[in-house]
């Protein structure tokens, strides 16, 4: 099925350890966002990118670093992870953000920092 | 800055019965747009309904209705008839920006939806 793919699926650190969490898309979208999403804090935006080789930062950027080589595949790194990273993260792709039903999620990334 | 705020962290409603959620948002922007997204304990994001600011009516898509209050900034969602699969996170989404500025949603806290038999 065509869609946005978020891999792993869940997952457990150890402070201080790095991981990469892989946002696929096969719907071609130029748009793509990582967001994280914490009890009582609806989803806030890590970084998003506007195209194949573009980054940018959103609202909560520190501790994370993205890249997107490819246009299918957005990569949400954390370097030294830390219990404050603990959360569920979401990725999501656009190909018109000016279309009602502009945004494609993919099902979320579990994440606890131990 | 944009900004989307939902006052109700959680609401009961009755089976059957209609319930409104409520959704303010604040923008300089003349052209945005208004999401509202249902999540379930599942996890994932379903898209419910849209508001473009330009449009004149109000949107509606089945039960959903969205009673959009320019001047008032407000962006209520409404469920007509409630079922009990309506139980779920409820968010009040906008977009921000165009083009190169990325057309961003920014979510607003949510709203917890419990459905009562």
């Known amino acids: 099925n065509a869609g946005v793919t978020q891999t792993p699926k869940f997952r457990v650190l150890k402070t201080g350890q790095s991981m990469t969490l892989l946002c696929a898309q096969d719907?071609?979208?130029?748009?793509m966002y990582w967001y994280r999403q914490d009890p009582g804090m609806g989803l806030r935006l890590i970084h998003y990118?506007?195209?194949?080789?573009?980054?940018a930062k959103g609202e909560v950027p520190d501790g994370y670093n993205v890249s997107r080589l490819k246009k299918q595949n957005f990569l949400l790194g954390l370097e030294s992870a830390a219990p404050s990273q603990t959360s569920v993260y979401f990725c999501?792709?656009?190909?018109?953000?000016?279309?009602?039903?502009?945004?494609?999620f993919g099902s979320g990334t579990r994440l606890t920092v131990v | 800055a944009q900004k989307i705020t939902q006052t109700q962290p959680g609401m009961f409603v009755q089976e059957k019965e209609a319930v409104t959620l409520d959704c303010t948002y604040d923008?300089?922007?003349?052209?945005?747009?208004l999401f509202w997204y249902k999540q379930p304990s599942s996890g994932e994001m379903i898209f419910l309904i849209y508001?473009?600011?330009?449009?004149?009516q109000n949107a509606t898509e089945g039960r959903y209705s969205l009673n959009f209050q320019k001047a008032r900034k407000s962006a209520n969602l409404v469920i007509s008839a409630s079922q009990l699969g309506d139980s779920a996170m409820y968010f009040c989404?906008?977009?921000?920006?165009?083009?190169?500025?990325?057309?961003?949603?920014?979510f607003g806290q949510g709203t917890e939806l419990s459905v009562k038999p």
């Open positions: 999501a792709s656009s190909y018109s953000p000016s279309r009602p039903y502009g945004y494609t």
């Open positions: 719907m071609n979208h130029e748009y």
């Open positions: 990118s506007v195209g194949e080789g573009t980054t």
């Open positions: 923008t300089s922007d003349p052209s945005y747009g």
């Open positions: 508001q473009g600011s330009y449009d004149q």
């Open positions: 989404a906008m977009r921000e920006g165009w083009g190169n500025q990325g057309g961003k949603l920014i």
